[in-house]
């Protein structure tokens, strides 16, 4: 189904949780909606399932109108399935039970699948792996078990639109990697357009056809999660989605100076020119690298956290604290002087290019 929403504003009293959004999902299309708690992307979820009503604008459905101030199709008569982040099941009712129900009431379901609901119903179990849990109750089940109930029931009826709100928030951080595998494989099989809601970051870049990072009701950028991750559009979306370090100084081109009477000269191709504007540089932690050229920029270390294939480091500078994340076992330790540079421009000057330097060599004085 082709989602469009058009001049979309929300307001809560005199609170606006959405201002002016304006956006196209083309069919079976996995989109994210991605942002801190309270940016609006709920409330937008909410209006595409038919709880909420918009303030201004309107959402068509395939050139049809469901949403507006003056009119609003009830969610029922919308063939949209929905994945809460509580699950939201029935503790009455079994794991086939909970399928059976959709089907039974779901006005859009084929003819073809409620003739052959019962088949259907044990394929789709298979699907999702609980086959052998169909009579189970759900306080019987595990929380990736009732997780997968959720999306059983959601998908059951083969709906146009899959909304999904948070859905993976209550699990643990393994069984969320292994979910997300499991979503994408769903989406395959239904082959419906899903509107994902994460304030995850790596949830949304994984699994994604395409990520809208919303701040403040609004999408501050949208597109595929390269181009979200490599070329963020605002100083926000290079914050929130990698964690980027934003260094204050001068634009030349491509030249980016910074720090006491602009001594320091980096090249940063690829940023974008409403960041420039604002004499802004974003890099990413893992552009940083320790170097032995004491021209560079000094620190000292801060904080490390080991995380296995790589280091996090919080490093004190003139210019703030900034974050790296260094490859590798090699550990400095909290309290050594370094010397940062980019990790283009160590790599250039001939140094190892996964972290520039070992660490038993950043031990220089400042």
Not at 218 to 242: K, L
Request: charged content about 20%.
């Amino acid at each position: 189904m082709n989602i469009h929403i058009e001049n979309l504003s929300k307001n809560f009293g005199a609170t606006q949780v959405l201002r002016n959004i304006g956006l196209e999902i083309p069919d079976r299309e996995f989109v994210s909606l991605l942002g801190p708690s309270g940016c609006g992307k709920t409330t937008l979820l909410r209006i595409l399932a038919g709880f909420e009503d918009p303030s201004e604008g309107q959402v068509l459905f395939d050139g049809k109108p469901v949403s507006s101030p003056g009119h609003s199709v009830p969610p029922e008569k919308r063939n949209i399935s929905m994945v809460f982040q509580s699950f939201a099941l029935w503790p009455h009712l079994t794991v086939r039970e909970h399928l059976e129900f959709p089907l039974r009431h779901h006005r859009f379901v084929a003819e073809e699948i409620r003739g052959n609901s019962k088949r259907h119903i044990e394929e789709t179990l298979e699907i999702v792996g609980l086959s052998r849990l169909a009579g189970r109750y759900p306080a019987q089940l595990s929380g990736g078990q009732r997780q997968r109930v959720a999306l059983a029931r959601a998908m059951v009826t083969r709906p146009a639109v899959m909304l999904m709100d948070e859905p993976l928030s209550a699990l643990d951080a393994g069984l969320r990697i292994a979910m997300r595998e499991e979503i994408q494989r769903i989406h395959r099989i239904c082959g419906c357009t899903v509107l994902y809601v994460t304030h995850d970051q790596s949830e949304a870049l994984a699994m994604s056809d395409r990520v809208l990072i919303m701040n403040n009701g609004i999408i501050e950028q949208n597109g595929n999660s390269a181009d979200i991750y490599y070329r963020p559009a605002t100083p926000f979306v290079a914050r929130f989605v990698s964690g980027s370090n934003l260094l204050a100084g001068e634009w030349h081109g491509e030249a980016f100076c910074f720090g006491s009477q602009d001594r320091y000269r980096w090249i940063v191709p690829d940023v974008q020119d409403a960041i420039k504007r604002e004499g802004l540089c974003p890099l990413r932690p893992d552009q940083l690298v320790f170097t032995s050229d004491p021209g560079e920029l000094p620190g000292v270390i801060q904080n490390v956290q080991f995380q296995g294939r790589e280091n996090h480091y919080t490093i004190g500078t003139a210019l703030g604290a900034l974050r790296m994340h260094i490859p590798g076992a090699d550990r400095c330790e909290v309290g050594r002087q370094v010397f940062l540079a980019l990790r283009d421009k160590a790599e250039s000057a001939g140094a190892p290019a996964d972290s520039a330097i070992p660490c038993a060599q950043v031990s220089l004085s400042i």
